[in-house]
């Protein structure tokens, strides 16, 4: 290949690389037009804001418990559940709570991050019924990322 060649090939590459590049930049200019006309264009929370579009039939109960698990969050029923639905999943999915198993050092902590950093509000008196249904429901587990298998029936690999 001569040279002339392998410097066709770069400017090429380079024209590419130009209009992908500006392409975008277009793309994402026109959508933050559109994000600034109307923002509920990108949610996907639709009614009204800090809360979710869930279909409810009005004849069923809202916040129904089911052996021992609310059926709307997946939280466990317990004394303060409803503090912590009506405080902690108006920003985010419930699951992200009850993925985090923390103590209760660790759960004022993720608070206090939450209030510098995400805009929560004071929690007032419900802080200390919050952390307290937490650190009951959703402690620290000392198993690791999971349990150990057990009853497994192992075989050799051939070669």
Not at 38 to 51: A, E, G, I, L, R
Not at 99 to 104: F, I, L, P
Request: some cysteine.
């Amino acid at each position: 290949m001569s040279k002339q060649d392998n410097f066709r090939k770069q400017v090429k590459s380079f024209y590419g690389i130009l209009v992908i590049s500006f392409a975008m930049v277009l793309l994402i200019g026109v959508l933050g037009v559109i994000y600034m006309m109307d923002p509920s264009v990108f949610s996907s929370k639709k009614d009204t804001p800090n809360s979710e579009v869930v279909d409810v039939d009005p004849d069923e109960d809202w916040d129904k418990i089911e052996n021992g698990i609310h059926l709307r969050t997946g939280f466990k029923d317990g004394e303060g559940l409803m503090t912590v639905v009506n405080n902690c999943t108006n920003c985010h999915s419930a699951q992200l709570v009850i993925q985090n198993r923390m103590n209760e050092e660790r759960w004022i902590e993720t608070i206090r991050w939450m209030q510098k950093t995400q805009n929560l509000w004071d929690l007032g008196d419900n802080e200390k019924v919050i952390v307290n249904y937490l650190v009951t429901n959703y402690p620290p587990k000392s198993k690791g990322r999971r349990e150990a298998l057990t009853n497994i029936e192992w075989y050799p690999l051939e070669q």
